[in-house]
């Protein structure tokens, strides 16, 4: 039997993968537990990678990606955030830019900082690399505030993640508190990651990136969530030139580069309108909210596509459990928290399911 590395009993998707155990047998169940869009990949997309294909765009591309959806990228920036990184390179999604990263920045025994609830990678990878996660704790609102922040820095502090809109609560941090963390990180060397992959689903205002106040900050972004393309493994880094080139050299050496027909189709989904898809999504939001709202504790998410309610009484996989018995699948808060109050529920799924799956979770309470 193969001797494993120690590094791989640091970590855990325990809570996850119970949930697709108990749920095995079931025939017909409304899935709120899956973090990917309901919608197709726009047809000129698919257009674009099936003609990359035939036309022989399949050998690499250089590691950083092609010139092309580089400067594309680059235009994205200017046009939505004002603001012009200094380097970027294409990456094999955001969770392959995050791996990137946090292998680059981070040494043994730093301390990175998470908001709790965090999504679920960042715990898992800070410990993978023998660092040590500080959770500051963002309950009952979900606001990573300055002041919050400034209590959990430490000397060893290394890194802070950002991820707004947040899997799993779905919030949106505020201008105010954008501006105050990037002060607070300034002061103490605290270098940002910010995982931007949710930045078209923002409801109610205008989106607000963190690069506004720290342009020094690596943002992370990607297709999958705007444009349906999960399984594409498309995404972006942008940030300081000296980052991006370590980070590349690390690239080089594990995913070689994005793939290539994924990247010419890359090109023609930032010239999609998003809008039709986001008008929906913020309907739904507000339909499941409105339906849960007066039966559950839950706070009223403004991104992304999810909602996390406090469960009512007992622990959060055994009200998880509960609900799968009665076909509704939800993922035990405690997957992505330090605490086991509350459950994710991801409304990225028909109105017809959301309907059938509010009247489950009300019927348990």
């Known amino acids: 039997m193969a001797k494993l590395a120690r590094r791989t009993e640091s970590i855990d998707t325990s809570g996850i993968r119970k949930v697709f155990d108990l749920a095995a047998g079931l025939a017909n169940p409304v899935n709120f537990s899956i973090g990917q869009p309901d919608f197709d990949v726009p047809d000129v997309v698919k257009d674009a990678a099936a003609d990359a294909i035939r036309d022989g765009f399949n050998r690499y591309t250089v590691t950083q990606g092609m010139s092309e959806l580089r400067e594309a990228v680059r235009q994205r920036m200017r046009k939505t955030r004002n603001w012009e990184p200094e380097d970027v390179f294409i990456t094999s999604g955001v969770s392959g830019g995050l791996l990137l990263a946090i292998l680059t920045l981070i040494d043994p025994g ?118 349906g393309m999960t399984g594409w493994r498309l995404g972006y880094a942008c940030g300081p030139k000296e980052l991006v080139q370590q980070m590349l050299k690390l690239q080089q050496l594990s995913f070689v580069c994005a793939p290539s027909p994924v990247q010419k189709a890359g090109l023609v989904a930032l010239e999609c309108d998003t809008s039709e898809h986001i008008a929906e999504y913020r309907h739904k939001r507000d339909v499941i909210y409105e339906g849960l709202k007066d039966t559950f504790n839950v706070t009223r998410p403004s991104g992304a596509f999810y909602l996390f309610p406090q469960v009512p009484a007992g622990t959060d996989m055994a009200f998880a459990r509960g609900a799968i018995e009665r076909e509704c699948l939800v993922i035990p808060g405690s997957v992505f928290s330090e605490h086991s109050t509350h459950f994710r529920i991801s409304y990225a799924t028909t109105m017809e399911q959301i309907e059938r799956g509010v009247e489950i979770l009300k019927s348990l309470v």
């Open 110 to 227: 730093a301390d990175v900082l998470m908001s709790d609830p965090y999504f679920v990678s960042y715990k898992q990878l800070t410990r993978l690399v023998g660092a040590t996660c500080v959770f500051v704790d963002t309950y009952p609102d979900f606001r990573l505030t300055p002041e919050r922040l400034e209590t959990a820095v430490t000397s060893k502090s290394k890194v802070l993640f950002v991820n707004s809109p947040a899997n799993p609560t779905g919030a949106v941090y505020p201008a105010e508190d954008l501006k105050g963390i990037a002060e607070v990180c300034r002061k103490h060397d605290i270098t940002v990651v910010s995982d931007e992959i949710y930045d078209e689903f923002c409801y109610d205002g205008e989106y607000v990136s963190i690069t506004r106040y720290l342009p020094e900050a690596l943002l992370l972004g990607g297709f999958s969530k705007s444009f």
